[in-house]
């Protein structure tokens, strides 16, 4: 696989979601924005809480991960964390759900 870039884009990621491709999409925001909005097969993991609970990611190591947030920002900061970790397939998505929401699913309220 090549190298990949530190940030995907919203339609890459809906194509990854709809190709069924093996990956691991990750929500970094907060419960209280996650109980708000949400992406179907994103699993929350809040920036917040990352540092503390980065060995609930060790099996996810050598898989894609695809990172999103509100807007694109604090997934950014944690994938070039993981990748500090040695997560070498960390990928931001960028503009987050907000972007996603405006390009991809309307029907998801923009905050």
């Known amino acids: 696989m090549s190298e990949l870039g530190l940030e995907i884009s919203v339609g890459e990621t809906k ?44 099996s996810q190591k050598d898989r894609h991960i695809v990172i999103h947030c509100h807007h694109g920002g604090r997934s950014l900061q944690v994938a070039q964390w993981l990748r500090q970790q040695g997560f070498s397939q960390a990928q931001s998505m960028a503009g987050g759900i907000d972007v996603w929401s405006q390009e991809i699913d309307s029907t998801k309220p923009r905050y």
Do not use: H
């Not at 709809?18 to 996650?34: H, I, K, L, T, V």
């Not at 929350?44 to 609970?53: A, C, D, G, K, V």
């Open 15 to 58: 194509q990854l979601l709809d190709s069924g491709a093996d990956f691991y999409f990750m929500d970094c925001r907060e419960q209280n924005e996650w109980d708000f909005v949400k992406i179907e097969g994103a699993e929350l993991l809040p920036m917040s809480e990352i540092q503390t609970r980065v060995d609930e990611l060790e």
